[in-house]
């Protein structure tokens, strides 16, 4: 471990030169305190002190993103912003992501030398590989599982997203098994539920399950919401193992990163990771994380699928920001940490060919809650027009003409397709 | 837990009505997708549905405070802010600290509707209590262990924050014990790093303290930071408790609300909680969460000990805000769930006074790094400076006149007194 580094990529906004704000950084998470101490000699600075590593300066702003930065009596009024990275040496934290985190964020978010801080980006060295083995799935696995080939893994959240009792889900889940969906997730409210007991809804979701199996020759895999405190995710995880189920679903941001990496430790079936909670670390745009460097974090700690949102959401963010988090997930960390990215939220067979494009593959999980839940034609119509509409995208086909050919994706555009 | 409701506050901002965007809140985080399914019953609706309780208009403003809100042709240019209370039906989730958050925080950041959000309070039921037993120490506990009464537990931080050989650290903590400190913790920067395991560590840090209490009678609590993964915080925990330590220090936002949980549920000694990396869930004013809401999970999940930074710190909170963290940390939360408030950054005795009028208690821990370890005659008249700082806050005599008799508080106001 010694001479590794990692390397922090940070987006800046300081009232100070970016020269100060990245010294700021460095010295705060390595050997500064407010006022010199003894011990804190030129050989243990040179050991372990954080390094800048460059910076590049970009636009100034006339005023402040963050509240709270103390700004001189000489100061200009414009607040400059670039790219700064900071290397910190691996022996003063090891391979450790909590510990990671405690160095590369810890207290910076909260300095009065910045206006704005974001941390944009990660390199970890090889020591990490060592301590993390990653998703055990990944996008070989989960397709070995699921069947599906040569196109994305397609699927469906279970809607209404809060309130079905076991036997209303299971013949829900049924319908859709037999309509030939790969995959269907709970939704993110809905884990472990007084009204809707975890024993009960794997139950009656893997008596459907197996029953359309029996019947179609393929089995579809339900991600079950886990989601939980450490001790129950266990039961939970092994409840839906000894069920037969083939995946399992966490909420990241409610367990923690340290919660899905002791839940790799153990599991036997894909983890689904969703990221709700992620906008309040990334919707104001000077601070919190960028997905590029939060998204190498899951896949370390075993996420073996990932959402990502979808393009034309009915969320705030950008196609670009969305293209880019699909092409994040997909870049090899580490030479492996292979997720699935999990792209959903408005989505329907029309949203599939800019997906395609903008993905460059057929290695995502496309799902749609309402766009094949709703059909008018029903669920079996809804995931066939989902199949179409990929379809098209592979071929360069334009949707409307495809269509002409296909009633089901004919009546999805006819039903969805003024949507946005 | 029939009729049982979570209350969740926020602070709303929209180019909608408020009666829109708390529509939009209720609707998404419990029965809501972008198009009617079947099975979305009015009795599922009744019975599972998150209710708006009340909405406080606060001012409009003409410029939103984050990105991607969706504004119709229609809209006025304004974007009207207010509280919003939404309550949701405990059986929705049950008593599960990471499925209530899936619930409250869940994709509400995300939404277009917004253009800022944020968690200011959280009203929790009964049944919470039931579920998580919270601290097992808390302030009359760690008073018994430090044997410090009748004023804050004082102490300091070791510094520099990374870099002391245990060898090192060793001769500075049995020197600081001797000095008759109440407390110290490791730097969060500092866990179980290579380049001195905490194996050694504890070793090293155990003998001085034991060393020193043979020496006064009295045993210097040391928080030792075991921040790691679930099982490595499991080794490093029982690795403290058969030394004979009678602390752990951990970085909450490292190891996730679950692994304070998980920690709490065999914790032999008072945990000691970081906030490391708040600064990114709270200081963009309209978005995350408010230290009122989340300090409230953090005692439910067992922190004996609770980091609300310090006033005129070096950080960029404003006095006001550490002032509010301090007295939610103090207000009862279900019939108990005691948490010490941990005092830190830029403190020396001069912060006393006003720390004491902020607090209006002595049940904190106040710490000071410089200002006890570069006191200009030592750390036992650095620490002896903190005690004299409170003997005049709380005898309402002004600091400058009670250290007329006291020359190691005098000294004190003549190295730091300049500071501000």
């Given at each position: 471990m010694n001479g590794e580094r990692v390397i922090a990529v940070y987006l800046a906004e300081t009232p100070l030169s970016l020269e100060q704000a990245a010294d700021a950084i460095a010295g705060e998470q390595s050997t500064g305190t407010f006022t010199a101490v003894p011990g804190e000699t030129a050989e243990l600075k040179e050991k372990h002190a954080a390094v800048v590593e460059f910076i590049e300066p970009l636009e100034e702003v006339d005023a402040p993103s963050l509240p709270g930065a103390r700004v001189s009596a000489q100061h200009d009024g414009k607040y400059r912003r670039g790219r700064i990275a900071v290397s910190f040496p691996m022996h003063n934290f090891g391979p450790s992501i909590p510990n990671l985190l405690s160095a590369v964020a810890g207290n910076l978010y909260e300095m009065r030398e910045m206006s704005g801080l974001r941390l944009i980006d990660l390199e970890l060295p090889e020591a990490f590989a060592a301590r993390y083995p990653g998703p055990k799935f990944g996008i070989e696995g989960t397709r070995r599982l699921t069947g599906a080939y040569d196109r994305p893994v397609l699927g469906t959240i279970v809607k209404p997203s809060i309130g079905l009792r076991p036997d209303e889900l299971s013949v829900l889940v049924e319908k859709l098994a037999r309509a030939g969906l790969d995959f269907i997730k709970d939704d993110e409210l809905n884990a472990n539920p007084p009204f809707a007991p975890l024993t009960q809804k794997v139950k009656a979701v893997m008596a459907a399950v197996d029953k359309a199996a029996d019947a179609t020759g393929r089995k579809l895999m339900y991600a079950f919401n886990?989601?939980?405190?450490i001790g129950e995710m266990r039961r939970n995880h092994d409840l839906v193992v000894a069920a037969g189920g083939t995946a399992v679903m966490v909420s990241i941001l409610s367990i923690g990163l340290t919660g899905l990496a002791e839940l790799n430790r153990y599991s036997e079936v894909p983890i689904h990771g969703h990221r709700n909670q992620w906008g309040m670390l990334?919707?104001?745009?000077?601070?919190g994380i960028e997905f590029t460097a939060w998204q190498k974090l899951c896949r370390l700690a075993g996420a073996d699928h990932l959402h990502v949102n979808g393009l034309n959401s009915k969320f705030y963010e950008s196609n670009e920001s969305v293209t880019r988090s699909i092409r994040a997930c997909m870049a090899p960390l580490l030479g492996g940490y292979e997720t699935m990215p999990v792209i959903s939220s408005m989505q329907w067979a029309g949203t599939a060919p800019a997906t395609y494009e903008a993905a460059g593959t057929l290695d995502v999980m496309h799902l749609a809650g309402g766009g094949i839940l709703a059909h008018p034609d029903g669920p079996a119509a809804g995931f066939e027009s989902m199949k179409l509409g990929w379809e098209a995208a592979v071929q360069g086909i334009p949707l409307e003409q495809y269509a002409e050919r296909h009633s089901a994706l004919k009546r999805a555009i006819e039903k969805y397709g003024g949507r946005e």
């Open positions: 886990i989601t939980g405190d990334t919707r104001s745009p000077m601070l």
